[in-house]
């Protein structure tokens, strides 16, 4: 039988959409094509073009479409590509909230079109994800049909996301996964480290991936006298990233909104100690100073004082890294999660089918 085709949109780099796209071959045997939007999403320039790309993709993929006459359409995020999966006409239609809201940034001029794009991609799909509950809450305040929402995340890969038992847990060796961004709070992490610098605290700090603030943030190290304690490894490959954090005993992330982060689970599976920003995205996993820490990005030193209470408090950093562990294995794993949602894409698919045949 020939294998149901679905069309992705989203941008297919990203390691959260590899994971997504690779777990419905592997555990559903679909046939995935992609399409994205190839201008970056970074910079005031780039944001121009990528806006009058945007306006002009409907003919591209419309070709796209007629080629390759996909089954089923599923979309990253419920506005940009989400509007685009929701006009193709195409159903079964899936679309995936990607942060608590999809509407950011909160200050955007964009933000009343963006409302509008999302009620109709909300309106015109069969099943929406909501990788976490905090999404699904959001959803519910603007009314969306509960009915239509799966809350599920997708998972991490707990087989090779694993502790390594020999790390030694009396020194700091914190690691950071998220890109160099302006919202994911990079600076403010660096603070932190100088201040525990000047109170003679030992560490190392790995700081993973790429982006805009990269440069930036190098100068600071030096600025801050902490550039022999930090290192930046550029973007790596995600088949490198459980060996690199199994080498790591705290897990750091300072975002300033957050939905689900694949990021966390990968941590949390690995064996490192989390703090990270205190949003309700991050209180849905983490109970402050018992599985990890929660910090206020609005309190001076806060970052520090989480370090350095951790530090003070071997015993429960040991009992959140077994408790952690479980927990992942018990609600995030990658197989069992991505078995069950490609079994709900052949529940739509085959009722699309049912329906058509019953037609003719």
Not at 43 to 69: D, H, M, V
Not at 188 to 204: D, P
Request: proline letters at 5%; one cysteine or more.
């Amino acid at each position: 039988m020939k294998p149901y085709k679905i069309l992705f949109l989203g941008e297919t780099y990203r390691a959260d959409a590899q994971t997504w796209m690779n777990g419905l071959r592997e555990f559903g045997g679909f046939e995935l094509v992609s399409w994205e939007l190839k201008t970056p999403s970074y910079g005031g320039c780039n944001r121009l073009f990528r806006l009058i790309e945007y306006a002009f993709s409907w003919f591209r993929l419309r070709q796209l479409i007629r080629k390759e006459q996909p089954d089923m359409v599923i979309a990253e995020r419920t506005t940009s590509y989400g509007f685009l999966a929701a006009l193709s006409g195409i159903r079964p239609l899936v679309i995936a909230q990607q942060g608590i809201t999809d509407l950011w940034p909160s200050s955007s001029i964009l933000l009343p079109v963006k409302k509008r794009i999302q009620q109709y991609a909300f309106q015109k799909a069969d099943l929406i994800h909501a990788w976490g509950p905090i999404m699904a809450e959001s959803m519910a305040k603007v009314g969306v049909d509960s009915a239509k929402i799966l809350i599920l995340p997708k998972g991490i890969n707990t087989v090779s996301f694993k502790p390594d038992a020999k790390l030694p847990t009396d020194k700091i060796k914190a690691i950071v996964t998220r890109a160099l961004e302006p919202e994911y709070g990079h600076p403010l992490i660096l603070q932190a480290f100088h201040q525990l610098n000047k109170a003679g605290i030992e560490f190392e700090l790995t700081i993973v991936g790429d982006g805009l603030e990269k440069k930036r943030l190098q100068k600071m190290c030096t600025q801050l006298k902490i550039n022999k304690q930090v290192h930046f490894t550029g973007r790596i490959p995600n088949t490198k990233l459980p060996l690199l954090l199994a080498q790591h005993n705290f897990y750091i992330s300072m975002p300033e909104t957050e939905g689900v982060s694949a990021s966390l689970f990968e941590a949390m599976a690995s064996g490192c100690y989390p703090i990270v920003s205190d949003l309700p995205g991050n209180r849905s996993w983490i109970n402050h100073q018992e599985n990890g820490q929660l910090v206020s990005l609005q309190e001076h030193n806060a970052l520090k004082l989480a370090l350095e209470w951790a530090i003070a408090h071997p015993e429960i950093r040991e009992k959140a890294i077994v408790s952690n562990r479980m927990f992942v294995e018990k609600y995030a794993d990658y197989k069992t999660n991505m078995s069950l949602i490609a079994a709900r894409y052949h529940e739509l698919l085959n009722l699309k089918k049912q329906n058509h045949n019953v037609r003719n």
